[in-house]
């Protein structure tokens, strides 16, 4: 492995043999000769062994971020293309989307605002979006589901006394994820294939 490593550092900075065989000089970084190893201070060997080791640190973070690329793009090729994400609705008379986004800081209660917020055209709600029982103050209409992976797992959980048993199941509804990171594509891909997730939700079933 070693091995492997030194030669894929000598073609990546494109060290050819001949330049091996002009007079030796210590420059950091670059690989040379068991010989000239041997001529160089132990200063200099320290500072060679440091160079080599973030070379090879920084090949090894390239191919790391080039599987994670892949992986991201594996799971983003599962979702669903809509050809229109919100139209806008026949009966506007201006061309017009009316939208209504409800938070989750709890300032509507109380607030009566429940027949407002659904007279939208489209209503975002995200994360804890806790309707039932306070459809009065809230609505109970759900157009678009904003969320991240943890924020859905962790909220049936920790609002569950408030009713929040389950995400809105609005028909027609777009769900929106919000990805904190690989953790998160990994739960998508389990999402889409009817699979436990992977990573962090690893053994969590999504169904």
Known sequence: ????????????????????????????????TCQLEKMMTKEELEEEQRAQREQLAAIFQLLKDKQDTFEVKRAV?????????LPVPENSK??????????????LNNSKM???????????????????????????KTSVYVHTSFSMYSNIITLKKYGFNSIPLDKGIKYVMIPEGMRDFDWLQGLLQGKASNGSFKGVSIT
């Open 1 to 32: 492995m070693y091995e492997y490593c030194r030669n894929l550092t000598r073609f990546i900075f494109h060290l050819s043999i001949d330049a091996e065989k002009k007079p030796l000089r210590y420059m950091a970084g670059m690989l040379r």
């Open 77 to 85: 090729d599962l979702i669903p293309k809509p050809s229109i994400f």
């Open 94 to 107: 201006d061309g017009c989307i009316r939208c209504a986004v409800v938070g989750t800081g709890g300032i």
């Open 114 to 140: 429940g027949k407002e917020i659904d007279s939208h055209d489209y209503v975002f709600r995200v994360n804890g979006a806790v309707i039932q029982g306070y459809e009065e103050d809230v609505g109970n």
